[in-house]
């Protein structure tokens, strides 16, 4: 079972849908990411596209965000999502059972952070989506967009994107994306 690590929510014990539909970010990476925003995240507004259990968008919310948005496509997921806000009384995610790709074309809001962690190998629908985050406007000016994935060579970053960061742990890589000046 997955945990929340840190923040008001901290030991908080996630659902999580059947592996065949999900890949769950492990403990150490979220560590990882959310030790390298851990300063940057109160007070802002963050987007996680493939949602899944909710691990990433509540761990946002618990060190500080103030507002979250929860993209999940698979029923089972969503469902179970939502379960985990229940039992932590998560009033400030906002759910969406949703296709991650027609969320962004249909959005008209702006975020400090989104979280991408598509399915693996799913690089196509990666590329989509980070097009439509900047056709559209969905990142803030001073915004971040942390892309998790198995495989950053196949993943075609928009002109106008550069990553700053990028971690590898195990066969995963962690890129951290901004608007490039």
């Not at 690590?5 to 539909?21: F, M, T």
């Not at 690089?123 to 915004?143: F, M, S, T």
């Not at 928009?158 to 195990?170: F, H, T, V």
Request: no cysteine; aromatic share 8%.
């Amino acid at each position: 079972m997955l945990r929340i690590i840190s923040g008001i929510y901290r030991n908080g014990k996630l659902e999580q849908p059947d592996l065949k539909i999900t890949r769950p970010t492990t403990d150490k990476v979220r560590e990882a990411i959310f030790s390298s925003l851990h300063f940057k995240l109160p007070g802002k507004i963050a987007l996680d596209l493939f949602a899944g259990s909710g691990a990433l968008a509540i761990e946002a919310l618990s060190r500080g965000a103030i507002q979250v948005d929860a993209i999940e496509k698979h029923r089972e997921a969503y469902k179970i999502l939502n379960t985990n806000l229940n039992n932590l009384k998560i009033e400030n995610l906002q759910t969406y059972h949703n296709d991650a790709i027609q969320f962004l074309n249909n959005i008209k809001k702006q975020y400090d952070f989104i979280f991408i962690d598509a399915p693996y190998q799913e690089y196509n629908l990666v590329n989509q989506a980070l097009d439509l985050i900047i056709k559209n406007k969905l990142l803030q000016e001073e915004g971040e967009i942390i892309l998790e994935t198995d495989n950053l060579t196949k993943i075609s970053l928009p002109s106008n994107l550069i990553i700053y960061k990028e971690k590898k742990y195990g066969k995963i890589f962690v890129a951290y994306l901004v608007k490039a000046n």
